[in-house]
């Protein structure tokens, strides 16, 4: 069952014991989340101003692409947009140093991905199951295969009314693929190859990656393991930031407005104990090379 952790980090750029250190990472590889109740993202002057729901248009977050630095999603007007730019980027600089202080054995291997502003409510939002995140799931995606590289996310809640972020936390990844082991089956042979020809996947999926979107999608289909499966209710309070590997972790958030979130991603072999990673779990128990 996932643990909730907390440290006593304050500032995004304090000095961290080895003793903390160690603690977190193998909190982490484990499939605990790290909570830092006491460490908020302070906005700048002008930056309370795009804390409106309407800043996403009907997109469900906006996104800055670190490679570019161009924004994805959104309705911004041209002095918006440079703001809400300005604000992401600095979550982006500002998460990457509690990394270094927290985390630095990763600091080699990590690389970053997308940052993102999530300014619409969870709950009552109509989509589709198998989009829906207020159903237990761990991370995987359809058109961009990880091929065994980790997901870890760094989420900060900034509402400016105090609302909570409401989320649920599910059994372990081991305990989540043992149950659903039975029923997952392999993949078509060409279909890889097939994928990425056609431009459905980024690069190309390999047998993890078909393993993981099935327990995704068997994990949100099955309403009667979303009700009955080992899980708890946790919030993280407007001002606090948490941390987890959520292609490890079964979650869902079921409620809040206004985060940010910065994803990196890991490879497995910078990892303290690549044994824990879901990559090795899989192949453990279906007894054969998934990448």
């Known amino acids: 069952m996932t643990e909730l952790i907390t440290l006593p980090v304050t500032t995004w750029d304090q000095r961290i014991t080895t003793a ?57 007007n041209e002095a918006d947009h440079k703001r809400l730019q300005s604000m992401i980027h600095r979550f982006a600089e500002t998460s990457r140093a509690l990394l270094r202080n927290l985390l630095p054995h990763y600091e080699t291997g990590l690389k970053q991905a997308r940052t993102s502003f999530r300014a619409t409510e969870i709950a009552g939002r109509q989509i589709s199951w198998r989009k829906d995140d207020k159903r237990l799931h761990v991370d995987s995606f359809p058109s961009s295969p990880t091929q065994g590289t980790r997901i870890l996310r760094v989420l900060t809640n900034v509402n400016p009314h105090g609302q909570s972020r409401q989320w649920r936390l599910g059994d372990s990844f081991e305990g989540v693929a043992s149950h659903y082991q039975s029923s997952l089956s392999g993949p078509v042979w060409g ?11 980024k690069r190309r999926r390999t047998a993890y990656d078909h393993y993981m979107l099935q327990l995704h999608d068997r994990m949100k ?17 407007a001002g606090s930031t948490w941390m987890v590997f959520t292609d490890l972790v079964s979650h869902a958030a079921m409620s809040g407005q206004y985060a940010l979130e910065q994803t990196y991603h890991l490879p497995i072999k910078s990892m303290l104990d690549p044994s824990r990673a879901p990559l090795r779990i899989l192949e453990r128990l279906l007894g054969r090379t998934l990448a």
């Not at 279909?191 to 996947?201: D, E, M």
């Not at 289909?221 to 309070?237: I, K, T």
């Open 221 to 237: 289909a099955d309403l009667d393991y979303q009700s009955r499966s080992p899980q708890r209710a946790c919030e993280f309070q």
């Open 191 to 201: 279909s890889a190859s097939i994928l990425r020809l056609l431009g459905v996947t």
């Open 20 to 76: 903390q250190q160690d603690l977190a990472i193998d909190a982490l590889e484990r499939g605990d989340f790290l909570s830092f109740p006491r460490l908020p993202f302070l906005l700048q002057a002008g930056e309370s101003e795009l804390l409106t729901p309407s800043i996403a248009g009907k997109a469900k977050n906006v996104s800055l692409d670190p490679t570019t630095g161009s924004l994805r999603g959104g309705n911004l």
